[in-house]
């Protein structure tokens, strides 16, 4: 079992930056995958990124690469989400996920614990 906890959500303007926490309880985090996913009011739930159990692998939706870097560190059992130059767009509540097995994978279904979500506001 795996609990995860976000923090670092908040009101920011557009072209600013914030980064975003994710920690996680559990002696296992290293063997898990991690994934940061967002949902904005009205639409489903979208993949953002995700690293590997090892941080060596990234992956990154289009709509926000070069703006945003994922890692991780495993001796903090935390994974970050660092968002810069952001867009009224990315405006959504920002959840992270743990994937057993270690590999990326884009679908929320293929993730098996999740946090409660962060919010995020872009002002334009």
């Known amino acids: 079992q795996v609990q995860l906890v976000e923090s670092g959500g908040g009101l920011v303007q557009a072209g600013g930056s914030l980064r975003l926490s994710c920690a996680a309880s559990?002696?296992?985090?290293?063997?898990?995958?991690m994934g940061w996913f967002r949902q904005a009011p009205g639409k489903e739930r979208e993949f953002v990124a995700a690293?590997?159990?090892?941080?060596?692998?990234?992956y990154y939706a289009v709509s926000v690469k070069g703006r945003f870097t994922t890692s991780r560190d495993n001796t903090k059992n935390t994974v970050y989400l660092q968002m810069n130059t952001l867009k009224h767009e990315d405006t959504a509540v920002y959840y992270c996920?743990?994937?057993?097995?270690?590999?990326?994978?884009?679908?929320?279904?293929?993730?098996?614990?999740w946090g409660q979500g962060t919010q995020v506001t872009v002002s334009s």
């Open positions: 996920a743990a994937r057993r097995g270690g590999g990326i994978a884009l679908g929320p279904y293929e993730y098996d614990y």
């Open positions: 690293t590997s159990w090892s941080g060596d692998n990234t």
């Open positions: 559990g002696r296992t985090f290293s063997s898990y995958a």
